[in-house]
């Protein structure tokens, strides 16, 4: 599959977002965080938004959960229509059956993983799931550093995917910049949410191609 490209309006002008969506024509999926001031130190925007968002751009929308009870929250996404809802391993009770709710409520299902988080414990969980997203930063706020060595959780996932144990779509959220991209598509990472990278540039359409370019050219071959 080609390099998938989700900006993040985490880094977008809230004031705007109509606005900001358009800005991106062209990305693969819009990237939403939402943060409750919980699970995570800091409090974004939730489901009216989201809503709202829905019917303000084409872009599928891909909500990523930090919040403490996903179990309570999650499906209201999916019924609402995002395409992608990611609740956090460390919070969600039951793992398995929040993605089948998931996906009976329309939606692909993602399990994310905190830097800390080893994947080991989470293989058996995740071929019920669409979505393995990797932070590569600690979850919480935007234009944080790029962490190396989550690559190495990367490669593990890709390994699995490629020798039929897992069927995710694997995802990377943190620090994604034309300057770090390069090392998660080489380590085989087949989505990008980068929030910085395309918000803050002149052209953010423009910047969402490039990142594509650039991942295409740094992926390892097929098979």
Known sequence: MAPLIAPSILSADFAHLADEAAAVAGADWLHVDVMDNHFVPNLTLGLPVVKSL?????????CHLMITDPDRWAVAYAEAG???????????????????????AGARAGLSLKPGTPLDGWVDVLKHYDTLLVMTVEPGFGGQAFMADMMGKVRQARTLVDTGHLTVIVQVDGGISADTIDQAAEAGADCFVAGSAVYSAQNPAAAVAELRAAAARHRPPAG
């Open 54 to 62: 829905l019917k303000a751009t084409d872009i599928p929308i891909d």
């Open 82 to 104: 995002a395409y992608n809802v990611t609740v956090h391993a460390e919070a969600v009770a039951d793992p398995v059956a929040m993605a089948a709710n998931l996906r009976a």
